[in-house]
C-alpha cells in the first residue's frame, strides 16, 4: 500500500476551505495516476517474474487497484482491490526470507513524483 498525505495550517476560515479544497483535488489526482500506473505496470507473462521485475499477474483482477481516500486526516492510499487485507501485495513488493522482492508500487509513485510536484505547483498559483 502507498500512502500519501497533507498537512495544511492556515489561520483564516475561507483561506483554509479554499486550501483543503485544492488539497482534496491534488492528492485525489495523484492517487488516481499513481494507480493507473500500477496497473500499467503488472504485466500478463507466460513465466513467473524475477527478482526486481514487476509481478506477473495471471488474470487482470490484480490490475485493479482501490483508492482511499480520508478528506479529514488529507490521506490517500492506494492497493490492490483483489486482496483486501492479504499480504500477498506487501511480500512481492518487499519480499520475505523465501521470495525476494518484486516492487511495483514504490516504482510508480518514484515514476510519478515528478507531475505530483507539478500538481502541487500548479495548485498554488
Do not use: C
Not at 490484480?62 to 490517500?76: I, L, P, S
Not at 521470495?99 to 500548479?122: T, V
Amino acid at each position: 500500500m502507498i500512502g500519501m498525505n497533507a498537512d495544511v495550517v492556515i489561520l483564516h476560515r475561507d483561506t483554509r476551505k479554499e486550501v483543503d479544497k485544492t488539497a482534496d483535488r491534488v492528492l485525489r489526482r495523484a492517487a488516481r495516476q499513481i494507480a493507473r500506473d500500477i496497473a500499467k505496470s503488472l504485466v500478463r507473462r507466460n513465466r513467473p517474474s524475477y527478482p526486481g521485475e514487476t509481478p506477473t499477474v495471471r488474470n487482470t483482477r490484480m490490475r485493479v487497484m482501490e483508492v482511499e481516500y480520508n478528506r479529514k486526516r488529507k490521506t490517500a492510499s492506494i492497493k490492490p482491490k483483489q486482496f483486501g487485507s492479504s499480504q500477498i501485495p506487501a511480500t512481492l513488493e518487499h519480499g520475505n526470507s523465501r521470495i525476494k522482492p518484486r516492487p511495483f508500487m514504490a516504482p510508480a509513485l518514484e515514476r510519478n513524483r515528478k507531475a505530483i510536484i507539478d500538481g502541487w505547483k500548479n495548485a498554488i498559483k
